[in-house]
């Protein structure tokens, strides 16, 4: 397969790189341009002329141009699930849930865009103001490549439906998925309104600094993020950044042992623990550790790993082999310390460990609290579990660390978990549960507290993040 990138039409690349299969890094599975300065230089000026008129156009004209982007989508569903498993080395289930509900992200964007962008209107006797929601004019889009569909659909509908054009980055590790969802969505929009480029590192940081980009979105690690926020500082545009998490779950001791043994599994291993709200460590109250770790491992070891073509797996491969070795030297700075390592699960006869990029989920305890394991997000199936004595101690030793994505709390009386949860400084906090719950959850704000990000995704605080005011006030004749 080879990937082409677009604006008004579809861009020629001289420099190309290729793209290995998680699950068998012999499989090319793709071939991605590498875009030039030049080449953004040429799609920034096109994207300009054509927001002019879409930023004229009503909202309700905008949203009749996007709304059949949903059927377009549940037309290529599988599609664009093999390309994402193939690419990413996720399963089936995991990578088609995001898809299916990208759907539902998109629909309520359109449907809450009506009201919120709406001009407000005040008036007396003498003077009269128009408050105006008007848009940036072209934005950039770094898209990461672990959760490409939910995270392209967060950043671009929004930003289009307030009016402005959209150039996005995938991320050079898995950009397939993304481009084929965002080519789907071009075909309902006029010619040069919404662009991806494809590129590396030299890409992403002219995008930072291109002076006629007005606003960038980026979804990333902490530390690349702060070099976002202070390139984009030289033009003075606005940012949006959703970055590192080290999402800790508080266990009390009256909580639920083996359903929040599964729960917390199934968050810490899901993707290969390679999601921004993974479980990233477990703190257990010490009357209740063994229990708690006895089941943790017995639900761990229920786990299969394999590619995601084996409909047997529940835990596929890590990204490529940069993420495998990296994880491989992490546990291997862990038994240096004597804490107690713990092998998870079953690896399939489908598993090529010599060619793939499999790491075996992990449980580790008996390990300091300082050590990095614990202290940075490892982005991985490695999980730490701790014990503390005191809650409000915990509280305070959480909260005096830099990140601030999410977290959980377990326990089984909900006035207790909710007074914990409402000491943490994180942008979400889960009670008995490690995702958000409920028909309204496409409805909340995602975004993080500290080190983990600026300004907020989804629903209508996702699509205030992509227009500005203009007050038009004067006299009444």
């Known amino acids: 397969m080879h990937l082409q990138s677009f604006g008004a039409t579809q861009l020629l690349t001289r420099e190309s790189i290729e793209l290995r299969a998680p699950h068998d890094q012999r499989q090319v599975i793709e071939t991605m341009p590498v875009c030039s300065k030049n080449d953004l230089h040429e799609v920034v000026k096109q994207s300009k002329i054509v927001q002019k008129d879409w930023s004229q156009r009503?909202?309700?004209?905008?949203?009749?141009?996007?709304?059949?982007?949903?059927?377009?989508?549940?037309?290529?569903?599988?599609?664009?699930v093999e390309v994402l498993k193939t690419e990413q080395g996720m399963l089936d289930a995991v990578v088609r849930r995001e898809v299916q509900e990208s759907i539902?992200?998109?629909?309520?964007?359109?449907?809450?865009?009506?009201?919120?962008?709406a001009s407000i209107h005040l008036t007396d006797d003498s003077f009269f103001a128009e408050i105006k929601k008007v848009p940036y004019g072209t934005v950039a889009a770094i898209v990461p490549w672990n959760a490409p569909i939910s995270l392209a659909?967060?950043?671009?509908?929004?930003?289009?439906?307030?009016?402005?054009?959209?150039?996005?980055?995938?991320?050079?590790?898995?950009?397939?998925?993304?481009?084929?969802?965002?080519?789907?969505?071009?075909?309902?929009?006029?010619?040069?309104?919404?662009?991806?480029?494809?590129?590396?590192?030299?890409?992403?940081?002219?995008?930072?600094?291109?002076?006629d980009i007005r606003k960038i979105s980026f979804t990333g690690s902490t530390a690349v993020g702060k070099s976002v926020a202070a390139a984009a500082a030289s033009e003075l545009k606005s940012v949006q950044l959703e970055l590192g998490g080290n999402?800790?779950?508080?266990?009390?001791?009256?909580?639920?042992?083996?359903?929040?043994?599964?729960?917390?599994?199934?968050?810490?291993?899901?993707?290969?623990?390679?999601?921004?709200?993974?479980?990233?460590?477990?703190?257990?109250?010490?009357?209740?550790?063994?229990?708690?770790?006895e089941a943790l491992v017995a639900s761990a070891e229920k786990l299969q790993i394999g590619p995601p073509s084996d409909s047997s797996a529940t835990v596929g491969p890590v990204i490529d082999r940069d993420a495998q070795q990296r994880l491989i030297r992490l546990i291997e700075t862990v038994k240096a310390t004597g804490a107690t390592i713990r092998p998870c699960g079953t690896i399939l006869e489908s598993a090529d460990l010599a060619n793939g990029c499999y790491v075996q989920p992990t449980l580790v305890w008996n390990i300091d609290h300082t050590?990095?394991?614990?202290?940075?997000?490892?982005?991985?199936?490695v999980l730490p579990i701790l014990e503390y004595q005191s809650l409000s101690e915990l509280i305070e030793e959480l909260n005096d660390q830099d990140y601030g994505l999410s977290g959980s709390?377990?326990?089984?009386?909900?006035?207790?978990?909710?007074?914990?949860?409402?000491?943490?400084?994180?942008?979400?906090?889960?009670?008995?549960?490690?995702?958000?719950?409920?028909?309204?959850?496409?409805?909340?704000?995602?975004?993080?507290?500290?080190?983990?990000?600026?300004?907020?995704?989804?629903?209508?605080?996702?699509?205030?993040?992509?227009?500005?005011?203009?007050?038009?006030?004067?006299?009444?004749?």
Request: net charge negative.
């Open 153 to 211: 659909t967060a950043k671009v509908v929004p930003a289009l439906l307030t009016g402005n054009a959209v150039i996005v980055k995938p991320s050079p590790r898995a950009p397939s998925g993304v481009t084929l969802f965002l080519d789907l969505l071009r075909s309902c929009l006029p010619p040069g309104l919404l662009s991806v480029l494809h590129g590396l590192d030299e890409l992403g940081e002219a995008m930072i600094r291109h002076r």
């Open 409 to 477: 709390v377990w326990g089984s009386d909900l006035t207790d978990l909710k007074h914990t949860a409402s000491q943490l400084q994180t942008g979400r906090v889960f009670i008995n549960a490690a995702r958000a719950m409920g028909q309204f959850s496409g409805e909340l704000p995602a975004g993080g507290h500290k080190h983990s990000g600026l300004g907020w995704e989804k629903s209508v605080f996702g699509l205030r993040e992509y227009y500005q005011y203009q007050t038009i006030n004067g006299p009444v004749y």
């Open 104 to 117: 539902g992200q998109i629909t309520h964007t359109l449907e809450v865009g009506m009201t919120e962008l």
């Open 371 to 381: 050590h990095t394991l614990v202290t940075e997000e490892q982005f991985g199936p």
């Open 58 to 80: 009503t909202v309700e004209e905008r949203v009749s141009a996007i709304e059949p982007f949903g059927s377009l989508i549940e037309a290529h569903l599988d599609e664009l």
């Open 247 to 293: 999402d800790a779950a508080i266990i009390l001791p009256n909580a639920d042992i083996m359903a929040t043994a599964t729960q917390l599994v199934d968050s810490a291993f899901r993707r290969s623990g390679q999601f921004c709200y993974a479980t990233k460590r477990i703190y257990v109250h010490a009357s209740i550790k063994d229990k708690m770790i």
